[in-house]
């Protein structure tokens, strides 16, 4: 197996978890909002958090791939997007505390997003165009750890909200 071959094959599988993770978020996301079964929720949503770490594991590999051509990337002058330390510092994200549901939606989003620019990745990988590659692994990076800050949030609410109401942690 070439090397070309295991990058392209890392991002597939990356992209793969990406997208059982974002399933499971939307569905986590779903229970809060009808307002019923917390504990499944928070069952789907580990799930999802170890789809998150596997996506992220097979990222990883596939970006070591890229080492030389990171630095032909262009710098740009604007950095980008920054991690947020909380959840009113993310944009379009209310300070008056967002929810459990829509942190997983937000989860699901960004691995939606993650697992995107991993197949496009794959797909450039496989023509030969390593720098576009390798950006698109870094933008899929990026979004996977913005997935984890919002999985780390609607953790942080569940346990606030939900673990101090004497309801049952059992799944039905």
């Known amino acids: ?14 992209a793969m978890h990406h997208t059982q993770a974002a399933s499971y978020h ?3 996301s779903r229970h809060y909002e ?6 499944h929720a928070a069952h789907q949503a580990l799930i999802a958090h170890g789809h998150a770490l596997l996506g992220l594991k097979y990222g990883d590999e596939a970006r070591t791939h890229y080492a030389g051509h990171l630095s032909d990337l262009p710098n740009p002058s604007d950095p980008g997007p920054r991690v947020a330390i909380r ?5 379009g994200m209310s300070s008056d505390g967002t929810g459990s549901a ?3 939606a937000a989860a699901a989003t960004h691995h939606e997003q993650a697992a995107h620019h991993h197949q496009e990745a794959a797909r450039l990988n496989g023509e030969k165009d390593y720098v576009r590659a390798a950006h698109e692994a870094l933008m ?10 919002h999985d780390d949030e609607a953790a942080m609410h569940h346990v606030e909200h939900y673990g101090k109401s ?6 039905a």
């Open 1 to 14: 197996m070439t090397k070309n071959h295991r990058a392209s094959e890392h991002h597939r599988t990356a």
């Open 140 to 149: 899929a990076h990026r979004h996977a750890h913005y997935s984890f800050f």
């Open 87 to 91: 959840s009113a510092d993310v944009v």
């Open 26 to 28: 939307h569905e986590s």
């Open 34 to 39: 009808n307002g019923k079964d917390y504990a």
């Open 102 to 104: 829509a942190h997983h």
């Open 166 to 171: 004497g309801q049952s942690a059992e799944i």
